[in-house]
């Protein structure tokens, strides 16, 4: 057995991995003896063919099987041993022949490389990056109060509706001519959120309403939205072709929504029973958070600037052609190359981040410990819950969800790159020059 390196360029080579007869001579003449063994051939007891019917029936496929495998083994074998850094996986050859596997006994297989850049990460303190620092305004405060008074509101009866009012009504279906149709549909208990209305006439119709009122409302207009729709009058979609748009609304009962109001009750709901206990307490709160989650917006965006800055920095080169045919073979069926070249940019940016990633943790030592792991399972399954309005869940249930994720071993894989690409912007905030620049959410929201 043979292999050769040819180098194509700088980026990319060609790998050549010739397989002769002694070399799958032995495999091959083993694998028919096993498959005569459970061969169950007409005529024939079972693995009693004679061996000549076998090699007639198996000799090639068996062949191409073990030679493909003792070429695959020895290609990532060559690789592993030389230490070659590739990108993507190694692909056919575009030169490669077709073999005949009834005449030939000399295989050569040939394999396309993409080699991975040396990559000198060249920054110091003199490497110039700025951090941006979000200021606090009232207006941002006022939203968040606002936004936790909204998810503890609820509504409330009112003589007539606003914009923000709930209308219960009973609907009957009307022909044209806004008569009662007959055998038509009538839905009890209707709901009806003003702020949903589609059509804005047919809003305008809905507010200041009170109890009593009879009105007529074009549903079709209304919920354009067919699914919408159908759930309001209690129908299937398949059933809206043969309902009247129309309906007489009759109007049982006006809500309006209201904000929580700034109580005990309200304080418990937001933050759990007994951490705050008046409204200074609830403000400092507040603050508190704002504070938190700018710093945690000022991270990121410093990460995707170092990112950005860094990729035009160290300008590093990729087999973009060897890359594409990767991304083609890999996806075949899922994509067409015209749809890889034009989303190959975006791959190109994060494929370059990965390499300047990995090579730091390397030089580093970064790795991941399985506290790390238990404390961002921890941080991910807090932030999932809060994102439905639970934010004080007891630990241990946060703790068995968090042990659920760390069973998905993909999850896992996942996790462990985050982690090392939070370690790896934290290495580059230490060894480059930071200069803050304090500036309004509106700038920050600008920032391309």
């Keep these: 057995m043979n292999i050769v390196r040819e180098d194509i360029d700088s980026l990319t080579a060609t790998i050549k991995v010739q397989v002769e007869k002694d070399d799958y001579a032995a495999n091959v003449e083993k694998s028919l003896i096993d498959y005569r063994k459970k061969a169950n051939i007409n005529g024939f007891r079972p693995g009693k063919a004679p061996m000549s019917l076998i090699k007639k029936m198996y000799y090639r496929y068996v062949l191409a099987d073990e030679v493909t495998k003792i ?142 009122d009879v009105l007529t409302i074009d549903t079709q207009k209304a919920f354009p939205n067919e699914a919408d729709r159908a759930a309001l009058l209690h129908v299937k979609k398949e059933e809206l072709g043969d309902i009247n748009p129309l309906f007489q609304l009759t109007v049982t ?42 710093a945690q917006e000022s991270e990121y965006r410093f990460g995707i600037d170092l990112k950005e800055k860094l990729l035009e920095k160290l300008n590093i080169e990729l087999p973009k052609d060897f890359l594409i045919r990767w991304l083609t073979n890999i996806n075949e069926g899922k994509f067409t190359r015209e749809q890889i070249e034009s989303e190959y940019p975006m791959f190109e940016k994060d494929l370059k981040w990965q390499l300047i990633s990995n090579k730091v943790a390397e030089e580093q030592n970064f790795t991941v410990t399985n506290e790390e792991l238990e404390q961002f399972a921890m941080v991910y399954a807090r932030n999932q819950f809060a994102a439905y309005g639970m934010n004080f869940l007891p630990d241990e249930y946060i703790q068995r969800y968090a042990a659920d994720i760390l069973k998905n071993r993909d999850e896992v894989r996942k996790i462990q790159e985050r982690i090392i690409d939070k370690k790896v912007i934290d290495w580059f905030r230490e060894n480059v020059g930071i200069s803050e620049k304090e500036i309004t959410m509106d700038e920050f929201q600008k920032l391309k």
């Design 71 to 212: 070429a695959f083994d020895k290609l990532y074998e060559y690789i592993k041993e030389n230490n070659i850094r590739t990108l993507g996986e190694p692909i056919p050859s575009e030169k490669q022949p077709a073999f005949d596997w009834e005449k030939q006994e000399n295989f050569e297989f040939s394999w396309d490389i993409g080699l991975a850049p040396e990559i000198d990460i060249n920054v110091n303190k003199r490497t110039k990056f700025t951090l941006y620092k979000i200021k606090p305004t009232e207006e941002l405060r006022k939203n968040y109060i606002e936004t936790y008074r909204s998810r503890q509101g609820k509504y409330v009866d009112v003589e007539q509706t606003d914009e923000k009012g709930l209308v219960k009504a009973t609907l009957t279906e009307l022909n044209e001519d806004e008569s009662p149709r007959e055998g038509g549909v009538t839905v009890e208990g209707a709901s009806i959120s003003v702020a949903l209305v589609a059509d804005k006439d047919e809003q305008k119709k809905l507010i200041g309403v009170k109890v009593g």
């Design 253 to 294: 009962e006006t809500l309006t929504f209201a904000l929580a109001e700034l109580n005990q009750e309200f304080f418990n709901a937001v933050y759990g029973e007994g951490i705050v206990n008046s409204e200074e307490e609830f403000y400092q709160k507040i603050d508190e958070e704002i504070e938190h989650n700018l």
